[in-house]
């Protein structure tokens, strides 16, 4: 069976972005389908689409939206490499970065000249985004200046603008109502923003915060020990989970060493993710400029922007802006908004391939969802 397709970069991931109406509608055969395009479950997915770990496994599958304030929708799927698993649970911003292009160049919102503006409907959070992409002359343009760090080359810019991202999956920025919590003998901080995450102290796990991806994914006593604490976190937060899968995502913090306002690692299974996740980033920022939280005690704020967040990460730097106003019962926070700048482009166009027997899930267990 031939499905097409578009492969993109968005930020400093990438994946197959699909049609919704090209796609089965029972979410079994959908998952069997995206399985089978990328090559799951393989540690290479030498038979499908994917790149053999979790930044290039993803899938967005993009349509008309359903919603009257925005222009289409879509629906993010991190494909498992080496499980039969399809997991819609998380979101992804880097991937988000592609959606706007990719409605415009094939005729689901029409270009304005020189930008356009694109509201999108993330149905993973129901959650709108407003992407902002450069289109001269009403075409798109991915020539530019604007650099992501992680990323090699130059590309024009692609500003996403997130309304309302607080409480994307437990309905509070502080999912268990206290800025500081103790688990497996370790302070860690719980935040619901654009993606529910819990962070740690780098130290609390014997680390200094700056170490590269390939040390980190080398130690895997260190490896285990993380995903216990996410796992007791998603407990604690009541997300259900499975391991290695779904949210909390986690990620380890340090005070910054080069010029930013903290540094971090973030993880994406088992994984140090190469850059930071652009929805991770969000994350963190908001727990930055939470009163008692240990990202707050470890910030650097600017005393000139101070809602601008620098991200330290192993490939550079990540910027976030925050809009927020203090709640004047509480004096926490209320974050209203959050914008960033990323980049995305298509690399392939075309169709791929599935074979019918992975259609029919022959030789398989069926995916969860």
Same mark, same amino acid.
């Given at each position: ?11 400093? $991931? ?46 967005? !599958? ?29 979101? $992804? ?103 529910? !995450? ?51 995502? !986690? ?80 004096? !926490? ?37």
């Amino acid at each position: 069976m031939r499905i097409p397709c578009v492969l993109m970069r968005g930020g400093s $991931s990438k994946g197959l972005f699909f049609f919704a109406k090209d796609l089965p509608a029972d979410p079994a055969a959908r998952d069997r389908m995206l399985l089978a395009a990328m090559g799951s479950p393989d540690a290479r997915q030498i038979d499908g689409m994917g790149g053999g770990n979790d930044h290039s496994s993803k899938v967005v !599958i993009v349509g008309p939206s359903s919603q009257p304030d925005a222009d289409v929708e879509y629906l993010f799927a991190q494909v498992s490499v080496a499980r039969d698993v399809v997991d819609v649970l998380p979101n $992804s911003g880097n991937m988000l970065a592609g959606v706007a292009p990719f409605a415009v160049e094939y005729g689901l919102v029409k270009a304005d000249s020189p930008v356009t503006k694109v509201r999108i409907l993330n149905t993973n959070s129901q959650k709108v985004v407003e992407a902002t992409v450069q289109t001269p002359g009403g075409k798109v343009s991915y020539s530019g200046s604007f650099e992501v760090d992680g990323v090699p080359g130059k590309c024009a810019p692609v500003a996403l603008q997130f309304f309302d991202p607080t409480g994307t999956k437990t309905g509070r920025l502080l999912p268990t109502g206290s800025p500081r919590d103790e688990i497996l003998g370790m302070t860690v901080t719980c935040v619901d923003f654009a993606i529910p !995450i819990v962070l740690v102290k780098a130290q609390s796990l014997g680390k200094s915060g700056y170490e590269s991806k390939q040390e980190l994914d080398g130690d895997a006593v260190f490896l285990q020990r993380l995903e216990e604490l996410r796992a007791a976190a998603a407990r604690l937060m009541g997300l259900a989970d499975s391991p290695g899968l779904g949210v909390p995502k !986690i990620a380890i913090i340090a005070p910054p060493r080069a010029g930013g306002t903290i540094a971090s690692r973030y993880f994406v299974g088992s994984n140090c993710h190469p850059v930071f996740a652009a929805t991770g980033a969000m994350a963190l920022a908001a727990a930055c400029h939470t009163p008692d939280t240990i990202a707050e005690e470890l910030a650097v704020l600017s005393q000139s922007n101070p809602q601008q967040i620098v991200i330290e990460h192993p490939s550079g730097k990540v910027n976030c802006n925050l809009v927020s106003s203090a709640d004047p019962w509480t004096g !926490i926070p209320k974050f209203v908004g959050a914008a960033m700048l990323t980049s995305a482009r298509p690399l392939l166009a075309g169709e791929v391939y599935v074979a019918d027997h992975c259609l029919r899930g022959e030789n398989q267990t069926p995916p969860r969802t």
